[in-house]
């Protein structure tokens, strides 16, 4: 057998396990999604499915923790959109900020507008960006946070980014990435960038 035939063997077998595959996948249901490890990526990947989603003319809500910055490319271009909701609610990094008592309040404030989206209808994904390190760094009740992921609408899709993402909340999840650094820019002395960084 040539080497044409034993690839047009090779994917005629792959159609057939994927297509198994897709049949099989029926269910819909709003879906949570974490975006997780050391490396660079976690919100631009976030951001790539609030591009996705309002591609489907659906409404988005985005809650940047622990960030302040609100020069960054991609709120100027998504906030411009109608159907995005855009809130910065950090107050700088922890290593900035170094107050804990600070971070406690910020954080509980935040959480209160991402609470109230996980609680509405009115919107068909929800991205928590840099989540995780509230709940590590135990400025909110993670027991609590959970609770309000799970009783969030039926259909609405959650995304929530940041390192270390603990165990309960990734047996949550329907989907988990954990994105690992090969290289980085940074690592050699290149400051952030505009429009790949920033």
């Not at 609100?70 to 995005?84: K, M, Y």
């Not at 404030?109 to 991205?127: F, P």
């Not at 609408?153 to 650094?181: F, K």
Request: aromatic share 6%; net charge positive.
């Amino acid at each position: 057998m040539g080497k044409n035939e034993r690839h047009k063997k090779r994917m005629v077998h792959k159609k057939e396990v994927v297509d198994s595959g897709i049949a099989k996948a029926n269910r819909t249901k709003g879906l949570l999604l974490v975006l997780t490890g050391n490396g660079k990526g976690k919100s631009t990947s976030a951001f790539g499915m609030v591009g996705r989603a309002l591609g489907h003319g659906m409404k988005v809500g985005v809650c940047q923790f622990i960030k302040s910055r609100t020069d960054t490319g991609e709120e100027a271009f998504f906030g411009r959109d109608p159907n995005v909701e855009w809130h910065v609610l950090g107050d700088g990094f922890t290593w900035d900020t170094q107050d804990r008592t600070q971070d406690i309040a910020t954080s509980k404030k935040g959480w209160a507008i991402a609470r109230k989206m996980l609680q509405s209808t009115d919107y068909d994904l929800v991205v928590l960006d840099e989540l995780t390190y509230l709940l590590n760094y135990q400025y909110l009740d993670s027991e609590q946070v959970l609770q309000h992921i799970q009783s969030r609408p039926a259909m609405q899709h959650v995304i929530v980014t940041g390192r270390g993402a603990s165990d309960a909340l990734t047996s949550l999840a329907d989907t988990v990435a954990e994105i690992a650094d090969i290289k980085h820019a940074y690592k050699s002395g290149i400051k952030a960038q505009k429009g790949v960084d920033l």
